[in-house]
């Protein structure tokens, strides 16, 4: 598939085709659903026919099935596709105890031999797949490199401090690079031991392999809780005006809104209408004082927590389209009931950039306020204010060491020191 090119931009090109969807079923009792697609790999479509689907009954790292069907023509790869499901489904309710006593060496064997497998049947990876380059640098970084440094233990035993001397010693021989590369391995080798029932859970993390900061005038600027405040203001005194168009009107209206989540929640400011892998904002769930969303932002799937101020903005935003009779199955739409496209929205946070005053607006260190400052706002309150530094990482769908570089700023005159022992 070549490569779509308009107005002198790329478009994005989706990952899969999708030729055929049916229900199978798999042992009398189980039925699933799956798919067969043809796989786009760096803008080409793959000849062969992929089956994909999730199987019933098993848990979730046990259940994701993909496999080529080695087929070119739909109707021989749903017949192949049926059976490799039928099989494998029966295949992994049989999984045994004799797996979970593997040694390192023996796991590390096996994962070996599942990639060679994935190498031959050409089979999707992340961002790619599976090729004989790749085959060659996984199976090279799991034998040079963490075979030999791993402890004598079993890879469920395994620790952070495991871990960071397993590092430790990488970067006597080897660069940092070759060190990010080798934490993807071992994340794929403690993946393909979940799905085989010896490890449970995440893997321990990799330290930090970089400590590079933000630099002055790099980034985004941190918003200060009067700047955002005054934002919300400006476009409420926007809204009283009684030459705005109703569409104008309905724009504002609606963004407004999604500037209170953003404060509230703290998640990032990506809408991104045109993105297929695109998590809409919808509410997950809601208790009296608090209110869930699910985000999926930068590959990171996580739950986004408002109080009362989202319920409210929530709320308006439902009654204002019962009153309009926008039918919406989001909660920021355009007045067909639709996501607006991307450049209905980017032309709408430039004239809110206007509104507020923001487009010509920096911080102390020359950074430009953007929606993404409401963020950096909502991180640096809620450090100040003495939240849990993890829980605040978790919510936020970032991590511990991102919020320690980029946004935690201790002061050592604001507290009084502990005693020490001497």
């Known amino acids: 598939m ?36 043809r796989p786009v790999v760096r803008g080409e479509l793959s000849e062969t026919i992929h089956i994909k689907g999730t199987f019933p009954n098993l848990k979730k790292s046990f259940s994701r099935f993909r496999k080529s069907t080695k087929m070119t023509n739909l109707k021989l790869a749903i017949k192949e596709g ?20 593997l040694t390192n060496q023996g796991l590390i064997e ?29 199976k090279g970084n ?70 590079k900061k933000q630099k002055d005038g790099q980034g985004y600027a941190h918003a200060t809780p009067n700047q955002v405040l005054e934002s919300l203001e400006s476009i409420d005194n926007e809204l009283l005006k009684n030459d705005l168009t109703d569409f104008k009107r309905h724009k504002l209206f609606v963004y407004r809104r999604w500037l209170v989540f953003l404060i509230d929640c703290g998640f990032r400011p990506f809408y991104k209408p045109g993105n297929p892998n695109r998590l809409p904002l919808t509410v997950d769930k809601q208790t009296k004082d608090s209110i869930f969303f699910k985000r999926f932002e930068k590959d990171i799937h996580y739950i986004a927590r408002g109080g009362k101020a989202s319920i409210q903005a929530v709320r308006e ?12 199955e989001e909660l920021i739409v355009h007045t067909d009931g639709k996501p607006f496209s991307k450049k209905a929205w980017e032309t709408l946070v430039k004239d809110v950039q206007q509104i507020t005053g923001w487009i010509d607006m920096t911080d102390k260190h020359g950074r430009p306020l953007v929606p993404y400052s409401i963020r950096h706002q909502h991180i640096t309150t809620a450090l100040e204010k003495d939240e849990e530094i993890v829980k605040l990482a978790k919510r936020c769908g970032t991590s511990v060491e991102m919020i320690m570089t980029y946004y935690y700023e201790h002061d050592f005159y604001k507290t009084e020191k502990t005693d020490s022992i001497l």
């Open 2 to 37: 070549a490569n779509i090119v308009a107005n002198n931009k790329r478009t994005s090109t989706p990952s899969t085709i999708v030729l055929e969807k049916k229900t199978i079923n798999l042992n009398g009792d189980d039925t699933m659903k799956v798919q067969f697609e």
């Open 82 to 101: 049926t059976e490799l499901a039928r099989k494998e489904y029966k295949y992994r309710l049989s999984y045994g105890q004799a797996s979970r006593s």
């Open 110 to 138: 096996k994962y070996i031999d599942y990639i060679t497998d994935q190498t031959e049947n050409e089979m999707v990876m992340s961002r790619n797949v599976w090729n004989k380059d790749n085959l060659k640098k996984h």
């Open 142 to 211: 799991a034998l040079k490199h963490i075979l030999p440094n791993l402890p004598d233990k079993k890879l469920q035993l395994l620790n952070r401090i495991d871990i960071q001397n397993l590092v430790i010693e990488l970067k006597k021989t080897v660069s940092v690079k070759t060190i990010a590369n080798v934490r993807t391995t071992f994340n794929q080798i403690w993946d393909y031991a979940e799905s085989i029932g010896i490890v449970q859970g995440n893997p321990p993390k990799f330290p930090p392999l970089s400590t």
């Open 317 to 328: 935003l439902e009654d204002y389209y019962k009153e309009q009779g926008i039918n919406n």
